[in-house]
């Protein structure tokens, strides 16, 4: 779980693993942004992870993700 009160600007782009609590298959993908409710991490951006600024971030429950090192 990643508390969202103690993220700041240095999280950005930093990798993180989804698993949610009905699929134990994880992914990872990269931090993007937050708001008060969600973190919005980039899953998929074609391999290009150097732009992945560029793609959507899909809103996802901070319960469900973990800060990781790549």
């Not at 930093?14 to 973190?39: A, L, M, Q």
Request: hydrophobic fraction near 35%.
């Amino acid at each position: 779980m990643i508390e969202l009160t103690k993220l700041s600007d240095a999280d950005i782009g930093k990798w993180v693993e989804y698993r949610d609590r009905f699929d134990s298959k994880p992914d990872r993908g990269r931090i993007k942004g937050w708001n008060h409710k969600f973190i919005f991490v980039v899953y998929r951006c074609a391999g290009n992870w150097d732009q992945f600024k560029q793609y959507t971030g899909v809103a996802t429950d901070p319960a469900d993700l973990t800060l990781i090192s790549q």
